[in-house]
């Protein structure tokens, strides 16, 4: 049931996420330039660093990652992370947060257009978020 809630959120279109009431965790999809809301924590995809995720038509020795710029707003003030795909990140105030997925998958070398990709990022309180597993 996660797997597919997860992928009917992911294949949604991309919409700012607040939660309100409750904890402050859940899953966003967004694109570059987009917010999303959890609680008092606010997240928003900046920009791409790293794509190196090996393209569907080659064959490569590593698997490659996804490197993702990141602004999040809190109650303390405004930073910039930066997540590594499937790597959760401890924000110190006992949330965490981890780029879940990364659409497009490549098919072909070469880069993917900025305004395409689409970006999973998780929350959650007290632990690292679930993984979440999601095609593209």
């Known amino acids: 049931m996660r797997c597919l809630l997860a992928f009917l959120l992911f294949t949604a279109c991309a919409t700012p996420v607040e939660t309100v009431g409750g904890p402050p965790e859940g899953v966003a999809n967004l694109h570059l330039g987009e917010q999303a809301r959890f609680g008092a924590l606010t997240v928003t995809p900046v920009q791409v660093e790293e794509d190196s995720r090996c393209p569907a038509s080659v064959q490569c020795i ?36 981890a780029l879940a ?22 929350v959650a309180v007290g632990r690292p978020p679930a993984p979440l597993d999601v095609a593209c």
């Open 62 to 97: 590593q698997a490659g990652t996804v490197r993702l710029s990141v602004r999040i707003l809190n109650g303390r003030g405004e930073r910039t992370e930066v997540l590594q795909l499937d790597t959760p990140r401890d924000l110190g105030n006992g949330s965490w947060i």
């Open 101 to 122: 997925a990364a659409c497009p998958y490549p098919r072909v070398p070469g880069p993917i257009a900025g305004h395409t990709y689409r970006f999973m990022l998780a």
